[in-house]
């Protein structure tokens, strides 16, 4: 299907990836993008915002050495994909013979089938659970001022081809549906967000769970309404299931993907076979979830999607490479050669990013801990890969006074370091969750959807910035 929508056969394959390597490059790839978009926005009570844009291109890439060449076109035509591909090859031209390309059909996993894609839904049928969810959330609650409510979905399809002989079809769909709020009460307001997503179909799309989502953000935002200033200094944090992964993604995820260890700019860099986290902590990064924002099916260099174990029983023993970082370090690629689009080349990129859980029950850790945080959701943060250095501002969280949880918090700030944390992890939860399918990952001007994960995990000790 893909073959015509981007005028290509086999054939016309072989003959560009023949130009490509025609200066005697190591490898050459072709990437192709056929996607749709559509983004619905609803502020004031009124759908505010309607859009829909179709983008079509392809990439040629080529490797000689150290170098790579890359171009575009966006013209669907053989005369402009050879254009594209001998000026890649000249970019990273150091001289050698023409080597030619055969393609055949590549296998791929199904990590995401979907039978009934959203992007075909009927459009009033989208505008309708948009106002649902409006409805719903000023209905739960007289204090709720503002409402503001977004779906985007997307629908890809991707062709790829290499020098190695692989061709690869696939198809990408992609939903996101959140709810944002603002209550006020006594000229106090507060915001709370929810939502979720993921590589999913039509189905996903039910009244249940747009009612569910906006409930959810009220809930939070009220909570906050009431909420005490969380007590500045260092405390035991306990950080919850599933969303707190994001801190996870943030804090250890980036500094573990290999562009920034083979540029010895990661704090884990020189580290393999190093112990550099409590024995209890396994951290995975996953392309193989079925239905999650973050599975793929092949990544954008043609390598099977795959389960990486980054950090296993507190010992270092891989990054997230792409092709590049593999060949630096004498290695497979780990399947994480990921790009935002054909525009631009793949860098090492995470998918699902999670820990493997432990063997306590969550009420057991918090028992355990006469005064601490527990934090539950987040809304933000940043990290320092160089060093680990990180800050992250939680959107929900409690204080836990005499091993029970007390009263939720608001206005605090946890400060800490990656590697530090991972290493004063004291207790690990059997109670294993996947994030909602919200999060978008941004690195060197790209972004990708991914997914985090997380059981309940206690932090010895981390410095809380509050009243």
């Not at 092949?298 to 593999?326: F, H, W």
């Not at 109670?431 to 309940?456: E, M, R």
Request: hydrophobic share 35%.
């Amino acid at each position: 299907m893909q073959l015509e929508r981007f005028s290509l056969t086999p054939a016309i394959i072989n003959r560009i990836l023949t130009v490509a390597m025609s200066r005697g490059a190591n490898f050459a790839d072709l990437y192709c993008e056929y996607s749709r978009y559509e983004g619905l926005g609803l502020e004031e009570g009124i759908l505010k915002s309607a859009s829909a844009s179709i983008e079509c291109g392809a990439g040629v890439r080529v490797v000689e050495g150290e170098k790579t060449g890359y171009a575009y076109t966006e013209v669907m035509e053989e005369s402009h994909f050879q254009r594209a591909a001998r000026t890649a090859a000249a970019i990273a031209h150091q001289g050698g013979d023409q080597k030619a390309v055969q393609v055949a059909p590549f296998g791929i996993g199904a990590f995401y089938p979907v039978p009934d894609p959203v992007i075909d839904e009927p459009m009033p049928r989208k505008i309708d659970l948009i106002y649902l969810a409006d409805k719903t959330a000023r209905a739960h609650h007289s204090d709720v001022k503002q409402v503001s409510v977004y779906l985007g979905t997307a629908h890809k399809l991707i062709l790829m081809a290499d020098s190695r002989g692989r061709l690869v079809q696939d198809i990408q769909p992609m939903i996101r549906f959140t709810v944002s709020v603002v209550v006020e009460r006594g000229g106090e307001r507060q915001t709370a967000m929810a939502g979720d997503g993921g590589r999913l179909g039509a189905s996903f799309l039910t009244r249940d769970r747009a009612i569910e989502l906006s409930k959810k953000a009220v809930d939070e935002a009220l909570l906050l309404l009431d909420a005490r200033p969380a007590p500045s200094g260092m405390w035991p944090v306990i950080l919850a299931p599933g969303d707190s992964g994001i801190l996870l993604h943030e804090a250890i995820g980036h500094p573990l993907e290999a562009d920034f260890n083979r540029k010895q700019s990661s704090a884990y860099a020189n580290r393999l076979g190093e112990k550099v986290a409590d024995a209890q902590c396994t951290i995975i990064d996953d392309g193989t979830i079925e239905g999650d924002r973050g599975a793929i099916n092949i990544d954008d260099e043609l390598n099977p999607s795959q389960k990486t174990t980054l950090i296993e029983q507190g010992r270092l023993v891989g990054y997230m490479c792409d092709e590049t970082s593999a060949r630096f370090f004498g290695v497979e690629s780990t399947g994480n050669g990921r790009r935002e689009s054909y525009r631009y080349q793949p860098i090492p990129r995470m998918r699902t990013t999670y820990m493997l859980p432990g063997d306590y029950d969550p009420q057991e850790i918090i028992a355990s801990t006469e005064k601490g945080l527990y934090c539950k959701t987040f809304k933000g943060g940043q990290v320092n890969i160089s060093n680990g250095n990180f800050t992250f501002v939680p959107s929900e969280a409690y204080w836990i006074e005499g091993g029970r949880v007390s009263h939720a918090v608001k206005n605090c700030t946890l400060i800490g370091n990656g590697p530090d944390a991972l290493s004063e992890v004291t207790m690990v939860g059997n109670d294993f969750a996947i994030s909602s399918g919200i999060w978008t990952c941004g690195k060197d001007g790209q972004s990708a959807p991914v997914g985090v994960g997380l059981p309940t995990i206690k932090i010895r000790e981390m410095t809380v910035g509050g009243a």
